[in-house]
């Protein structure tokens, strides 16, 4: 019944910026973790980021400085603002709720993509 929609994805130059949503609807416990992962062809899947209910936010070392995430807990949705775009960001970004952390399942978005040109 967990759903997650996010938007936000699209086309931009290097040095370009973007914002994320997602917003996830159903029975939600009231600590849990929401943050995307992102992955492209031929590389690993990234944890890029990561927002918790109390308010902790946790960054991947290739976003650090330019990527910043946020919380509205009361309308279960988390942003995150992308600044400084660089190629190397090119990639399907994919929303996550992990529900009762740490005990809980995960919920996934559809993913949105992500381009940056040079």
């Known amino acids: 019944q967990v759903q997650l929609v996010e938007s936000g994805g699209g086309l931009v130059q290097a040095g370009g910026s973007l914002r994320l949503s997602c917003a996830a609807s159903?029975?939600?416990?009231?600590?849990?973790?929401m943050g995307w992962f992102r992955q492209a062809p031929g590389k690993q899947r990234e944890l890029v980021s990561f927002?918790?209910?109390?308010?902790?936010?946790n960054y991947a070392d290739s976003v650090k400085g330019r990527f910043t995430i946020s919380r509205d807990n009361a309308r279960n949705t988390v942003y995150l603002q992308m600044n400084s775009l660089k190629p190397e960001d090119t990639a399907v970004y994919y929303c996550?709720?992990?529900?009762?952390?740490?005990?809980?399942?995960?919920?996934w978005g559809q993913g949105t993509q992500v381009t940056v040109s040079s």
């Open positions: 927002a918790t209910s109390g308010g902790g936010s």
């Open positions: 996550y709720l992990h529900d009762q952390w740490p005990t809980g399942r995960l919920y």
């Open positions: 159903g029975s939600i416990a009231s600590i849990n973790h």
